[in-house]
């Protein structure tokens, strides 16, 4: 007999006798094998037997009627028993059947076929010839089929047992042997080895690297350098804008640095306005910048200083105005757009020389923490499940370091956080009374409010007691609202641009030769920012009642701005001059442009970010979308536009060099010629040691400076060296440069034995030792 492999259709003839021992059973056979017989159709006794030879690691073949063996699975009960008790080989019985039935050509099985068995379908009979089913010597029943004598492959397992390794068990010696799955390892893929520790590092740094808050970062830096240059061309010998109030600021950052590392309880008796006390309060402090005033020593590290902290200013302000944007829900160029727009206003090139003014990063970035912190955005509202109390300690803590900086713009932050918390406060209490449901809020954002709150406010505390005790010294000090008429802006600031601007400073100079004071009063955000605000009132992603209170908030804030010009400051910024605590003591209410920027700049971010949304939409609809790259470079249009209306001219004159006689000379001390101008220049060469100096340039001058310079004006005499001494000054330096035009320019030369004082020609000074 022949039979028939399944699926192929072709005959093979079959070996007899020994032949059929030692050749590896088919694929097709070992199939046929693995069917359970089904015990309901078997007497009691052929039950037995076949339990029987299952329980002693017997295989059975198929029945002819497709029943199956008990076991039908590779690793099923019997071949575990077969295998626990150590794979004991068939009886004798079995073997001597199995080798008959090969004799005569039949199908042999290690049970008794079933009486009612049925011929099978594919197996039981070809025209060659018949099935053979021959019994290996461990007693496990195998079945061959060969083609001309040759053995059959077995394309399953390749093996002589390929039926008894692909259940997992090995039986050539007639043992059990488990066989792991080691064997099929070959035909795996090979595991991934594992990164070492520098190649997670790597891949750590590249993540990073590619964040989007790092390009962010990277990309304010750069452009903070370009639209600032040449600023860090020569930034140990030049300043931007001008030498004077830069030259008070960089003297600022160089004290509160060396003072706290020296005598930190002396921070606010500087080294100037001798014999003064809290001369450190006469102006905003830049306090917050004292760690970088702890680095390098001199004029010229000062003015390096200074200039570092100019350009990383810039980049806050960017960083911080793009963070905003992105947490109240605009896109990447929307928020690039805002911050670009909110940092390089035109106006702000007329500040170029107040870096109390130009360090306004803090602000947006603070104000972003906060709202991230507490689940809140603009597009999306509150969302409870994106609070994180750590973003609102930061938030407060950066805030509080943007107070540090200045009361100048640190004041009127201050009291917008005082009224968001309020507003927030009431919000939240009348939405749980209208809904009858709590809102989430949750314990530990709540704690760090209050924390950071606290903090901020003891901030404010602390820096505020130093100038109320000026104040207090120096009531004089304190400004008048006639003070901010002189500086109030009319409205057609809003559409003038400062001379510093490259676009629109020559075409704006006869406007700004019709402003009392220029530098104050060109308050132009920029005509492309209006522009996008404008649409953005109109098509943007904000919601339509957002879009209104946008709208408000820039009249609003320009309403203040103009100080005593909108209806004398009647209804908007006298109340706040006469009620507010501090609020006194600002005298350009102009720089309030600040706040009205930062809102035209959230506008524009609604439209260019639903302009973005719209164009990623057409594109994905368009087969072919040829016109999609080119639409998406459009959407960087509004970025570059604005890039370009703040540029600017800034001159960057060089500093006037330190003269030799300060580095030796011993305090207390006096430069002459003093006035407000030259004594900034002085408090910057007196970086020096940081000698006690009479010379100071504030936003004020006490009457006793007034009292030095009009008596030292026929220095040297005798009633000049008599009160100087009463000042406890022991030195004066007397400058060559500066006495042309001066009554100096006679004395400077006049015998002085007769005084009882010293003098001594040192470079260009004449330094005189009383």
């Known amino acids: 007999m022949t039979s028939g492999q399944p699926g192929t259709g072709n005959a093979r003839p079959t070996p007899t006798g020994a032949d059929a021992e030692s050749r590896p059973a088919t694929t097709a056979a070992a199939g046929a094998l693995t069917q359970p017989a089904r015990t309901f ?106 083609k001309d004598g040759e053995p059959a492959k077995d394309a399953k397992s390749g093996d002589a047992d390929g039926e008894n390794k692909a259940d997992g068990t090995d039986t050539a010696d007639g043992t059990a042997k488990p066989v792991g799955p080691e064997r099929w390892e070959a035909f795996a893929s090979a595991p991934e080895p594992r990164p070492s520790i520098f190649t997670r590092a790597g891949r750590a740094v590249g ?20 639209m600032t240059w040449p600023t860090l061309r020569y930034p140990r010998y030049t300043l931007p804008q001008d030498y004077w109030d830069p030259s008070l600021q960089s003297w600022q950052m160089a004290w509160s640095g060396h003072i706290l590392l020296t005598d930190p309880a002396r ?77 390089y206003a035109p106006w702000l090139l007329a500040q170029a020389g107040h870096l109390h003014v ?63 918390v309020l507003v927030a406060a009431v919000l939240f209490f009348a939405r749980r009374l209208r809904t009858g449901q709590a809102v989430p809020f949750g314990r530990r954002l709540f704690t760090a409010d209050v924390l950071g709150g606290v903090l901020f406010a003891g901030v404010g505390l602390l820096m505020a007691f130093p100038f109320f005790k000026v104040t207090e010294l120096h009531p004089y000090a304190e400004r008048t609202i006639g003070d901010v008429s002189l500086f109030s802006p009319p409205a057609s600031g809003f559409v003038t641009a400062p ?13 700004r030769a019709a402003l009392p004071w220029h530098p104050e009063m060109t308050l132009l955000p920029g005509f492309v920012l209006y522009a996008l605000a404008a649409g953005g009132l109109l098509f943007s992603v904000w919601r339509l009642r957002h879009r209104l209170l946008l709208l408000a908030g820039v009249l609003v804030t320009m309403a203040f701005a103009m100080g005593t010009r909108f209806f004398d400051g009647t209804f908007t ?81 060089v500093v006037p060099t330190q003269p030799a006689a300060m580095r030796s000379a011993e ?60 000042l406890g000054v022991r030195t004066v330096v007397l400058l060559r440069g500066q006495v042309a035009g001066t009554p100096w320019e006679i004395n400077i030369d006049a015998p002085v034995e007769s005084l009882g004082i010293s003098r001594q020609e040192v470079a260009d000074a004449v330094v005189y030792r009383l």
Do not use: C
């Open 41 to 146: 159709d078997k007497s009691p006794a052929e039950t037995t037997a076949h339990q029987s030879s299952a329980g002693d690691g017997g295989a059975t073949g198929a029945a002819p009627n497709g029943d199956r063996e008990a076991d039908p699975a590779p690793g099923g009960p019997a071949r575990k028993n077969a295998a626990r008790r150590g794979g004991k080989k068939g009886t004798a019985a079995k073997q001597a059947a199995a080798k008959q039935a090969a004799a005569e050509g039949g199908t042999a099985t290690s049970d008794s076929a079933p009486k009612d068995s049925t011929p099978a379908k594919d197996s039981d009979a070809s025209k060659d010839g018949g099935t053979v089913v021959g019994a290996a010597k461990d007693g496990t029943a195998v079945g061959d089929a060969t």
């Open 207 to 226: 993540r990073f690297l590619i964040h989007e808050w790092t390009l962010a970062t990277l990309g304010a830096l750069a452009l903070a350098v370009l």
């Open 267 to 343: 921070l606010w008796q500087s080294n100037t306005f001798f014999p003064e006390l809290w001369s450190f309060a006469f102006s905003d402090t830049l306090l917050g910048y004292a760690p970088a005033g702890m680095l390098g020593s001199g004029p010229e590290d000062a003015v390096l200083r200074y200039n570092i902290m100019f350009v990383l200013a810039h980049a806050l302000a960017t960083l911080g105005a793009y963070a905003l944007a992105r947490q109240l829900g605009a896109g990447r160029i929307g928020a690039a757009v805002a911050g670009v727009s909110y940092t």
């Open 358 to 420: 130009l360090s306004n990063g803090g602000i947006p970035l603070a104000l972003a923490m906060l709202a991230r912190g507490h689940g809140w955005s603009l597009r999306h509202g509150y969302r409870p499940d994106r609070r994180h109390d750590g973003w609102v300690y930061a938030g407060w803590l950066v805030a509080a370091w943007q107070l540090s900086l200045g009361f100048g713009i640190g004041l009127p932050f201050a009291y917008f956080l005082a009224g968001a």
């Open 499 to 511: 001379a510093e601007s490259r676009i629109w400073g020559g075409l704006h100079e006869g406007a």
């Open 573 to 653: 910024y006298v109340p706040l001059f006469e009620h507010l605590p501090g609020w006194s003591g600002l005298r350009t209410p102009g720089r309030l442009m600040l706040w009205t920027t930062l809102l035209l700049a959230l506008l524009a971010a609604g439209a260019v970010t639903a302009l973005t949304d719209r164009v990623r939409e057409l594109t994905a609809q368009r087969i072919p979308s040829w016109p999609g790259p080119w639409l998406r470079m459009a959407t960087l249009l509004p970025l570059l536009l604005v890039t370009v209306e703040g540029l600017n001219t800034t001159p960057h004159p």
């Open 667 to 726: 305090g207390p001390l006096l430069v002459l010629p003093s006035n407000q101008s030259l004594d900034q220049h002085v408090m910057l060469w007196s970086t020096s040691g940081f000698p006690d100096v009479v010379n100071g340039g504030s936003g004020f001058t006490p009457r006793q400076l007034d009292d030095v310079r009009r008596v030292s004006q026929s220095f040297p005499d005798q009633t000049s060296v008599d009160y100087l001494r009463t």
